[in-house]
């Protein structure tokens, strides 16, 4: 069966909308020329485009993009329609105000972990969201969690030979990684110490759909500081319990709390 070549226009905009999204502040054509490769007069017109559909939004003053109003709007609806964002929204936030640290749904895209959900305690106010933004599966609680089921050679095919290292901390072999998980699965949660980063500790728990199958996870992140006199286990009962309640929103009926 013939593929459909790709559409250089679109590929070109969603380029555009790419190097947008990647910036930390508005930017101006130029800039986003030089980021994706394309002449200023190629860019200038896919942004005028782009503006008049108001995926692009352009000051008056500096002249310079950022993302537009459709843009926001999409996402949204995107993030609406998906049921596990649904069903673990108000729990996540829940938990976040209960236990005072940030509290993330994540979901795996290919070899990455992407955010869902993101809420902050009165303990770890961030100025930033993380929805939307990618994690190493390896690396992460959230991307250990959605592991869990998978087999040793399953995770090869999914990560590749070579894990990533992000700290001294970072699992970098698979059958380390094996070890890691084969631990997670008999206590019940997933656990990043500084793997990821420096100063960061997160706990993860599976969330299963109708089927049984892992389809997200649920986590509780925050420093290492402010992680080191709280009662872990307590802290992870409560993580597993309400993983746990997403599952059986989800149509799983025989979530159990471990």
């Not at 100025?127 to 959230?142: V, Y």
Request: with cysteine; charged share 20%; aromatic share 2%.
């Amino acid at each position: 069966m013939a593929t459909t070549p790709p559409n250089q226009s679109i590929e070109r905009a969603a380029a555009v909308l790419g190097a947008l999204g990647a910036s930390e502040g508005a930017v101006r054509a130029s800039d986003i020329a030089r980021a994706i490769g394309l002449g200023t007069s190629t860019t200038g017109r896919l942004l005028a485009t782009l503006e008049s559909l108001e995926y692009v939004r352009r000051d008056a003053e500096t002249q310079a993009y950022s993302v537009g109003r459709a843009v926001l709007e999409l996402a949204s609806q995107g993030l609406n329609h998906n049921p596990v964002h649904r069903e673990s929204r108000s729990a996540a936030q829940e938990l976040a105000q209960r236990v005072g640290l940030t509290a993330n749904v994540g979901v795996q895209d290919a070899a990455s972990c992407i955010y869902l959900c993101h809420f902050e305690g009165s303990l770890a106010p961030k100025s930033h969201t993380m929805i939307g933004m990618r994690q190493p599966m390896h690396a992460s609680a959230l991307g250990k969690a959605l592991m869990l089921d998978l087999s040793p050679d399953e995770r090869r095919s999914l990560l590749g030979d070579d894990l990533a290292r992000y700290t001294d901390h970072t699992i970098t072999t698979h059958d380390a990684l094996t070890a890691d998980l084969a631990a997670s699965s008999k206590r019940g949660w997933c656990e990043e110490n500084q793997e990821l980063a420096l100063g960061r500790f997160c706990i993860a728990a599976p969330i299963r759909n109708a089927s049984g199958r892992i389809a997200a996870a649920l986590s509780i992140s925050g420093r290492l500081t402010q992680l080191r006199d709280r009662d872990l286990d307590s802290l992870a009962e409560d993580l597993i319990e309400v993983a746990d309640r997403i599952s059986v929103g989800l149509g799983m009926i025989s979530a159990v709390a471990h």
